[in-house]
């Protein structure tokens, strides 16, 4: 099992997940001091090399307190009124504290949807990507002007965890009121004791989480867990620390206590079991030989090398790669519709824009959404090989 590493500026993209009761006062609104701190932090795990996302809470809590609502449970519409509200408020502060150090903020609105529906999925992980690759750094919400009690995630703890698993990314940071995972609630019973390190989320694991601790937060240490579960399978390692303290980041760095949970050591294999043996493949793509060598050596698969599209698929759903020889070689989630794929199969990527209308994705299947099914193969040509992967 890998050991947490020594510095935070030794992972390559990190998730900070940040609650409401952090960033908002009940009485006073919006905590300026601890939002321009922890994005000091962001700067300079940016200045290391460090790609940052943030899921931040607190359009609600930062909404209600501008409509002056009264404490306590607000009606759906009424949370709906403060987040619509609270969003705007939100993403303002967030750009303007992170401008300080000349970072340009980007804010996505996420629903359950855009994360469990394939098609939706891709399209929000390729608007993310996009904006990590110009140097932005992702302000990510649930969208909680429009979701509703049956479509929504309802905290943002498993929110970050599916942001994470989307993106990538090596490490989750849930900030909380919290350090840390104890063996029961430390507010409940004193004799609790702390957990550094996690080495597997078990059922003993689970049991030890709470209930939520502040009217603010809609998530406690059960959410937490469960967005634990949902990171590590991904093999996305994650923390869970106090942000209370001024400059967070910069004090897990310093030694300020955490619980470390150590990602899968098989994630590849959990993602090749979903995409290879759980999911009906809904067509067929016929490559050439070249194409296939280029697939088994780990390139995505370029409309160049394709030489026959059947079925009726729809992008982001998962499609049969089959050799010359009529055997399935790999499957993988598509990047184009069906009808699209038969216009541009045999094609070079630069040919895309002319034949679709539109400057498409160079790939008919990413090589980060495809996975080998048949190992064996020869080598061959193929327009494929005339072309960089994408």
């Known amino acids: 099992m890998s050991a947490p590493l020594a510095s935070l500026s030794g992972y390559r993209r990190i998730v900070i997940k940040i609650g409401s009761a952090l960033l908002v006062d009940r009485a006073s609104g919006l905590k300026k001091p601890w939002l321009d701190a922890i994005c000091d932090d962001i700067a300079a795990l940016r200045q290391k090399g460090v790609e940052v996302l943030v899921v931040s809470s607190g359009a609600i809590a930062l909404g209600r307190t501008v409509l002056n609502l009264s404490p306590g449970a607000l009606k759906l519409e009424e949370s709906q009124a403060a987040a619509a509200v609270g969003q705007i408020a939100l993403a303002r502060h967030w750009s303007e504290s992170l401008a300080r150090s000349e970072i340009v903020a980007g804010q996505i609105l996420l629903t359950l949807g855009d994360t469990e529906e394939r098609r939706r999925y891709l399209n929000a992980r390729a608007t993310i990507k996009q904006l990590l690759s110009l140097g932005s750094v992702p302000i990510i919400n649930e ?12 905290d943002n703890d498993r929110l970050a965890a599916r942001v994470a698993t989307m ?24 004799q609790a004791e702390f957990l550094p390190v996690i080495d597997e989320i078990t059922p003993q694991i689970e049991a030890m989480a709470g209930g939520a601790a502040s009217e603010l937060s809609r998530g406690g240490m059960r959410t937490k867990i469960d967005a634990g579960k949902i990171a590590t399978s991904a093999g996305c390692a994650m923390i869970i620390t106090s942000g209370k303290p001024m400059n967070p980041l910069k004090g897990i760095d310093n030694g300020a206590r955490h619980s470390w949970f150590a990602p899968s050591a098989t994630p590849v294999t959990a993602r090749k079991t979903w995409i290879a043996g759980q999911l009906q493949p809904a067509g067929t793509l016929v490559v050439d030989q070249g194409a296939e060598t280029a697939l088994r050596s780990g390139k995505s698969l370029l409309p160049a090398g394709v030489q026959d599209v059947s079925g009726q698929f729809h992008r982001g759903d998962t499609i049969s790669v089959v050799g010359l020889s009529g055997r399935e070689i790999a499957r993988g989630l598509a990047g184009y519709d069906a009808e699209e794929a038969r216009r541009i199969a045999g094609h070079k990527s630069r040919e895309i824009e002319a034949l679709l209308g539109y400057a498409g994705r160079a790939a008919m299947i990413h090589r980060d959404d495809l996975v080998m099914t048949e190992t064996a193969g020869k080598t061959g040509g193929s327009n494929q090989r005339d072309e960089a992967h994408a």
């Open 167 to 190: 993106c990538g990314a090596d490490l989750l940071i849930l900030l909380s009121d919290i350090d840390g995972l104890y063996t029961a609630p430390p507010h409940l019973d004193p």
């Open 143 to 154: 969208n909680d002007t429009v979701a509703t009690t049956e479509i929504r995630y309802g």
